[in-house]
């Protein structure tokens, strides 16, 4: 059964930074593309960076990328999100993802949207 347990949320003011870990068990790395999505309020789920750990293949979604960073550590099954310049509208509840690559690369490509597995999420709120 796959897990994903996610951490590291909080309060933090506008300009500072953040790193979310997101615990994963019942599944391997190597068979599944993993990632974070956030749901602000009123919004859609969006998926904000996803990356397929067989050849590192990552995408970031555009009010994201330059700021935050995806990475992984096989030996620990923990998945990070590294979270810097951090702004008020990026507010919102953080999902850790998972699913088979099967599922959701295609030609090398990550495509970040509804995967099959999260966790229960973690709160970010960044104050102006």
């Known amino acids: 059964e796959v897990q994903l347990v996610e951490s590291g949320g909080g309060l933090v003011q506008t300009g500072g930074s953040l790193r979310l870990s997101c615990s994963a068990s019942g599944f391997a790395f190597d068979d599944y593309a993993i990632g974070w999505f956030r749901q602000a309020p009123g919004k859609k789920r969006e998926g904000i960076s996803c990356?397929?750990?067989?050849?590192?293949?990552?995408y970031y979604a555009n009010s994201v990328k330059g700021r935050f960073t995806i990475s992984y550590d096989n030996a620990k099954n923990t998945v990070y999100l590294t979270m810097n310049s951090l702004k008020p509208e990026d507010t919102a509840v953080y999902y850790c993802?998972?699913?088979?690559?099967?599922?959701?690369?295609?030609?090398?490509?990550?495509?970040?949207?509804?995967?099959?597995?999260y966790g229960q999420g973690t709160q970010v709120t960044v104050s102006s």
């Open positions: 990356i397929d750990s067989r050849d590192n293949n990552t």
């Open positions: 993802a998972a699913d088979l690559v099967d599922h959701t690369v295609l030609d090398g490509v990550v495509f970040c949207v509804e995967f099959s597995h």
